[in-house]
Structure formats: C-alpha cells, structure tokens
C-alpha cells in the first residue's frame, strides 16, 4: 500500500483507537441521560472542569464533572432507583485520568494506589478530619452494578464524620422519601462548594493530605418530572446545602446553637432551586447565570 491509500486508513484507525480507548470527553453527550431533558448545568464553566461519564461493566451509571486542579468531584449526577440491594465496597479508580490510552471502564483500586491527578485511598487513611462522603449514594442507585458504580473515588469527596454519617445522611434520607411521591423520573445533582482562596481556615482542613481539595459546603438538588400532589412544597424540585466545616460563617447555612453532639455545626438547609444556583454562582465565581435543570425542572 503506498503512502498516499494508507493516509486515510491511518486516520480511520486512529479515530477507532481513541474511540475504544476511552479518551476523556469534553462534553456529556455519552450519558445525558442522567440530566434532565438530556442537558447537563448551564454556567458551570473552566478549563479545570472534565465531565467524566461513569462505566463500570460496559454500561454508564451516571455523571461526573470532576475539577481536575483540586482532585475531586464538583457534582455527581444520577436518576434515583430505590431497589433494595446490598453491596460490599470495593473501590475504584478512574483511569481516564491517568492518561488518554487508557480504559474508559473504572478500575480496581489497591491501597497501595498513589496518583498525582485524582485521589487514592492513602490520602483519606492519612485524614484525621475527613471520611469518604458519596456524592452519588449507593441507596440511591437500583441495580447491583450501579451501586458497585459508586465506590469510585471520582465519586466521593472529603466530608467530616458528622455531616457525612449525620445531617447529610439524613438528607438522603429524605430524597429517598420524597422519591416515593415523585411517580416519574427523578434527576439528582450532588455537588460541592470549596473553601475559598482567602479562607481562614486551617490549611489541613481546606486540602486533605496537601493534595487533595475539601469542601466547605456540600448542596443537592432534585428534579421530578411526575409526582403525586402532597402539599409539602418538595415538587417538581427541592434543594438544600449542608455545611462541611463547623467554623464556616452563617452566610449560607445558619449553625443551630442548640445542637449539641457529633452533628454541632453540620446543619443543612433547604431552599428553593433558584437560591442554591444563586449560591452556586457567587460561591463558584461564575459570570454566567447557573441552571442546573433545563427550564427549571419543568416540561416546557
């Protein structure tokens, strides 16, 4: 074959190589279908932001933007499932971080594990402050791969004990709940707020193990497409940010002076959409309006 015939070849097996590859995205056009409408938040944009849609056995289990500077997930994105399965952790890395041939699928992930672009379970057995808090929950997930899906380190954050075992649970909790009066489709995005640049907190407490970047505020939001009527103002969407870090001003979330105990100064609060995405864009510097559910959750 001469040179001038094997140049389009050559081309088309490259395109199929990266295509098997599993080269990291600039979009989510793989797995829209965890965002409502199949449209992804708008106003959330940077050049550190990698959408990253989360296989695990060949099949997509949800959505990630992951903040490639900070080593961690700014939101997971899911459709919630309540079938009852049990599942024993077995975490996972995700290699499409570490270099553009590698695997799209997530990986087993050994303690031994170090990497210089995403987090590794070193870096929480090292935390004196942080657990492994899910921002998208097993209990939320359906089948059994979906929740296995979920024990992968882009999936999880730093999150303090008292949150991530406390009010936070309590919140998903609730979702779960409030999922039995919603009959449709309900999309959730689970997400976080950094500690800003100027903060006066603790450099410990702001990056776990100097690496990896904590958040100050936790938020989820939830979007229903079909719900029974109830009256308790949870439909078609309902939204709340919790506190990560008990010393965190009363700017976002007031800190209830009464609680006493492992959860003193994790409070969250629930608000309507439109005032988490107003937080969202002052917290997350954006010029640009943030929309996290097309037409606000809404059929048209």
């Known amino acids: 074959m001469d040179q001038v015939s094997a140049a ?11 295509t098997v590859s599993g080269l990291l995205s600039k979009d989510f056009s793989e797995c829209k279908e965890f965002f409502y409408h199949g449209i992804p938040p708008q106003g959330i944009t940077g050049q550190e932001y990698q959408p990253i849609c989360q296989k695990f056995n060949n099949t997509y289990r949800f959505a990630t933007l992951y903040h490639r500077n900070h080593r961690v997930a700014l939101y997971s994105a899911y459709k919630v499932s309540l079938l009852k399965k049990t599942v024993e952790e077995e975490w996972m890395f995700e290699p499409q971080l570490n270099g553009e041939g590698n695997n799209a699928e997530m990986q087993p992930l050994k303690k031994s594990d170090t990497f210089d672009n995403q987090a590794s379970l070193q870096d929480y057995d090292k935390s004196l402050y942080y657990t492994k808090g899910h921002l998208a929950p097993k209990q939320h997930l359906g089948t059994t791969d979906d929740k296995l899906a979920t024990y992968t380190l882009t999936n999880i ?3 303090r004990g008292g949150s991530n075992a406390g009010t936070w649970n309590d919140l998903e909790e609730e979702i779960s709940k409030n999922k039995r009066s919603c009959t449709g489709e309900m999309y959730v995005i689970t997400g976080t707020i950094p500690f800003e640049s100027n903060s006066k907190a603790p450099s410990v407490i702001t990056k776990m193990n100097n690496k990896v970047y904590a958040p100050e505020y936790m938020w989820s939001a939830y979007c229903c497409t079909n719900f029974k009527e109830t009256g308790g103002g949870f439909f078609p969407t309902y ?27 994790y409070d969250v609060k629930k608000m309507p959409l439109n005032d988490l995405e107003a937080i969202l864009k002052e917290k997350l510097k954006s010029s640009e309006k943030i929309t996290l559910f097309d037409h606000d ?4």
Do not use: E, H, M
């Not at 965190?248 to 003193?264: A, C, E, H, M």
């Not at 959750?297 to 048209?300: E, F, H, L, P, V």
């Open 8 to 18: 389009p070849v050559l081309f088309l097996l490259s395109c199929f190589l990266g």
């Open 157 to 159: 954050v730093p999150q």
């Open 239 to 265: 939204a709340a940010v919790g506190r990560n870090y008990p010393d965190s001003t009363d700017d976002i979330v007031p800190k209830d002076p009464n609680v006493r105990g492992t959860t003193s100064g």
């Open 297 to 300: 959750c809404r059929a048209n």
